[in-house]
C-alpha cells in the first residue's frame, strides 16, 4: 500500500548534536515534500517543503531535508539541535494526482536534553 | 490575512451522543478543507476533504461523517460516538488551485467516555 514511513518514532539528543531524522515515501510519479512540526501545546506548523528544483531545501529554525528521488526519501537534518527544538515532526508527501491531500507519516517524537 | 478557527478545544462525550465539531475559514474563498484524526504515534490520518460546497470525499469508513453547508465551514459529525473515536481532531486548509501546503487549526480534543 501506498504510504509514508517515518522510521524513528522518538529520538532523544543531548543540545549540540546533529540531528537526522528519516522519511521515506512509497508513492510514484511526482510529488511534493513536507515536513510539519507539532512544539508542546501547539497546532502543527510548516517546517520546510519541497516542490523542484534544488532537492536541497532550507526551513526555518536551522533546519534542511534533502530530497533523493531514487531512495524515495525526505530527511530532515540539524546540523546542532536545541532544548527549543523538542517537538512532534511530522513528514507529509502530496502526490500530484492526488489534488491537495497530503499523506502524513507516523510522527517522530523528539527530545533535546538541555 | 486568512485564518482558522477551530472549537471547541476540548470536548468530553459520553458514549452513544452525538458530536458537533465545527471549523471555519477567513480571509480566502472556495478553500479545500481537511479533516484529521491524530492518534499517539499514528501519526495523522485524513478523515474527509472537501473541495466546494455539499462536496465531501471520505478517506477511511468509519463512525464519523462530515458537512460543508458553506463556502468556509466544515463540519464532523457523529450520530452516536463510540470509545474509538477518542482522540485529537485537526481541521486544515489549503488553497484551491497550486498547492501550497496545508494551514492548521488548533484542534480539538474529543474524549469518549
Not at chain 1, 9 to 16: D, G, N, R
Not at chain 1, 72 to 97: G, H, I, M
Not at chain 2, 78 to 83: D, E, G, I, T
Amino acid at each position: 500500500a501506498q504510504s509514508v514511513s517515518q522510521h524513528n518514532h522518538h529520538v532523544i539528543l543531548s543540545e549540540a548534536a546533529s540531528l537526522e531524522l528519516g522519511c521515506n515515501y512509497s508513492y510514484g510519479g511526482t510529488v511534493n515534500l513536507f515536513w510539519y512540526v507539532q512544539y508542546p501545546g501547539q497546532h502543527l506548523q510548516l517546517l520546510l517543503k519541497y516542490f523542484s528544483g534544488d532537492p536541497l531545501v532550507k526551513g526555518i529554525k536551522g533546519f534542511e531535508a534533502e530530497f533523493i528521488k531514487s531512495k524515495f526519501s525526505f530527511n530532515l537534518r540539524k546540523p546542532s539541535v536545541q532544548w527549543s527544538d523538542t517537538a512532534e515532526y511530522f513528514c507529509a508527501v502530496n502526490p500530484n494526482n492526488q489534488g491537495g491531500k497530503l499523506i502524513f507519516g507516523q510522527g517522530t517524537e523528539l527530545s533535546v536534553k538541555p | 490575512s486568512q485564518t482558522i478557527h477551530q472549537w471547541p478545544a476540548t470536548l468530553v462525550q459520553p458514549v452513544g451522543s452525538p458530536l458537533s465539531l465545527e471549523c471555519t475559514v477567513e480571509g480566502t474563498s472556495n478553500p479545500n478543507l481537511y479533516w484529521y484524526r491524530q492518534a499517539a504515534g499514528r501519526g495523522l490520518q485524513l478523515l474527509f476533504y472537501s473541495v466546494g460546497i455539499g462536496q465531501i470525499s471520505s478517506e477511511v469508513p468509519q463512525n464519523l461523517s462530515a458537512s460543508r453547508p458553506q463556502d468556509r465551514q466544515f463540519i464532523l459529525s457523529s450520530k452516536k460516538l463510540l470509545l474509538s473515536d477518542s482522540g485529537f481532531y485537526l481541521c486544515a486548509w489549503s488553497t484551491n488551485g497550486p498547492f501550497y501546503g496545508y494551514t492548521f487549526g488548533s484542534g480539538t480534543r474529543l474524549t469518549v467516555v
